[in-house]
């Protein structure tokens, strides 16, 4: 039978020597091994895996939590700038200027609001939700992204409401400019990967020196763990799954490539349309279409990965069939 348990970090006496025992890089060991550092220790304790190692993970039971995120994120990045831009330019006697300076400073309230409640969740003494093996100012490597993404998006914003007519076609490229960014780093880090050139800087859970991961591996663990409250727990989880499994591992490096393949898509096809199209259409297809094409690639995304994961169960139980019958 398959059992997990969790352990608070073992400190080491006086004297025992930190010496003595080789670095981990922060990577989970099993149980038969030495307790890493951690905040929170999980230990597999069956070496025969006769299972995947499960990721304790649903998003079933938060169905009603991811609801209303998303639905806060709709109002207020898709019906907000766009109600505030035909609302004003329409329908009041305001400047051009003035129009786009209400409008764009109104913009992400709720995505500033989770920033700095994840952000607490990391810094604060004791996270239970830290990347495993990093000191709490690292942060995460998805935190990271998202600060160089709202710094990228206010300077568009600023050098677009700056002039006393705004280019509204630069106010449409916020969220096109931030996907084709998304993925262009899927792209790179999968293709460093793939020819063997170790992790330039820490990649959440990856430490500088070691292999790199697919591209997407980063931000489910950081997602799941922070924002999903998953904590470094599911962090551990999912590291000892893409160690042990291969089909899990192939699964990751296909969900890589099919979403920098669709994000560079489709910011480009929204590039086009915003510097071909109409005023108006610009500015709509860019506050719109990047949300679109994301939700539905979450729910191919979503189906993707259950077959996957039924798939990579069925081959793990005739794979040790196999070893059992005395297989090779």
Same mark, same amino acid.
């Given at each position: ?68 995120f998303w639905f806060l994120i709709f109002l207020d990045c898709i019906c907000m700038p766009l109600a505030l831009y035909f609302g004003l330019w329409y329908g009041t006697h305001l400047s051009h200027n003035a129009v786009f ?25 004791? &996270?239970?939700?830290?990347? *495993? ?5 690292? $942060?995460? =490597?998805?935190?990271?992204? !998202?600060?160089? %993404? ?38 790179l880090v999968d293709a460093l990967r793939l020819i063997g050139i170790p992790s330039p800087v820490r990649i959440s859970s990856v430490p500088r020196g070691a292999p790199l991961r697919p591209g997407v591996y980063s931000f ?24 042990? &499994?291969?089909?899990?591992? *192939? ?5 890589? $490539?099919? =979403?920098?393949?669709?994000? !560079?898509?489709? %910011? ?61």
């Amino acid at each position: 039978m398959l059992w997990f348990t969790k352990r608070r970090r073992k400190l080491p006496s006086p004297d025992e020597s930190p010496h003595n025992v080789a670095p981990t890089g922060g990577f989970l060991e099993n149980a038969s091994s030495r307790i890493v550092e951690a905040p929170t220790q999980v230990l597999y304790t069956d070496p025969n895996f006769a299972a995947p190692p499960p990721l304790n993970y649903s998003l079933r039971t938060r169905k009603l939590s991811l609801a209303i995120f998303w639905f806060l994120i709709f109002l207020d990045c898709i019906c907000m700038p766009l109600a505030l831009y035909f609302g004003l330019w329409y329908g009041t006697h305001l400047s051009h200027n003035a129009v786009f300076s209400i409008s764009t400073g109104a913009i992400g309230t709720v995505s500033v609001i989770e920033y700095f409640i994840r952000f607490r969740r990391l810094w604060k003494k004791g &996270s239970t939700c830290r990347v *495993i093996g990093a000191r709490r100012w690292y $942060l995460d =490597w998805f935190h990271w992204n !998202l600060s160089l %993404a709202w710094i990228a998006v206010m300077i568009e914003l600023i050098i677009g409401t700056i002039p006393r007519e705004p280019p509204i076609r630069l106010l449409a490229m916020p969220v096109p400019s931030m996907v084709f960014a998304f993925g262009l780093e899927l792209v790179l880090v999968d293709a460093l990967r793939l020819i063997g050139i170790p992790s330039p800087v820490r990649i959440s859970s990856v430490p500088r020196g070691a292999p790199l991961r697919p591209g997407v591996y980063s931000f489910i663990e950081d997602i799941c763990a922070v924002d999903g409250s998953g904590g470094t727990e599911f962090r551990q989880r999912l590291n000892l799954r893409y160690m042990a &499994s291969k089909p899990f591992r *192939i699964m990751l490096h296909q969900l890589t $490539l099919f =979403w920098a393949a669709g994000a !560079l898509a489709i %910011a480009t096809a929204s590039t086009a349309m915003i510097f071909t199209l109409s005023r108006n259409a610009a500015y709509v297809i860019g506050w719109t279409v990047p949300f679109g094409w994301a939700a539905v690639w979450t729910l191919i995304t979503t189906k993707w990965v259950q077959r996957c994961l039924e798939i990579e169960n069925r081959v793990w139980r005739e794979e040790k069939e196999h070893q059992s019958l005395g297989g090779v």
